[in-house]
């Protein structure tokens, strides 16, 4: 099987910028809920999360892998990615906040990295395969 590096590359990068904007939702929300509602920053991140997941789902669909699945199937599988990374996210900003006491926006950017990788190899592989 060969693999058309071409199309990966800018698959990975409207990946990224599709996840720049979900990435918005969830900081904005993060932020509100933080800053402006009395939220602790594990509870903000984690519906941020949630927030951010549902805007990638529907950009990822339509622009970066324009899939044809039924959403039935994709969104199935996406959500089951989308868990596996809500589990790390909470769990990494629970040990790098509250045990390491990290700043929380930046323990959230390094998180978020490391999850771009991980969230974009689940959904190529799997998800909308």
Do not use: C
Not at 39 to 49: A, E, I, K
Not at 57 to 86: C, D, M, P, Q
Not at 106 to 119: D, M, R, S
């Amino acid at each position: 099987m060969t693999i058309d590096w071409h199309t990966q590359a800018r698959r990975f990068f409207t990946f990224a910028a599709v996840g720049l904007v979900g990435t918005g939702a969830h900081y904005a929300t993060l932020t509100s809920l933080v800053e402006l509602a009395g939220f602790t920053p594990v509870l903000g991140s984690v519906l941020g999360f949630l927030v951010g997941a549902i805007t990638n789902y529907i950009l990822n669909y339509r622009l970066t892998f324009h899939s044809a699945k039924r959403h039935r199937e994709a969104a199935s599988k996406f959500l089951g990615v989308a868990g596996s990374g809500f589990i790390l996210n909470a769990l990494l900003m629970t040990l790098l906040v509250n045990q390491m006491n990290i700043p929380y926006l930046l323990a959230q950017v390094a998180i978020t990295g490391l999850l771009l990788f991980w969230h974009y190899a689940l959904n190529a592989i799997w998800t909308f395969k």
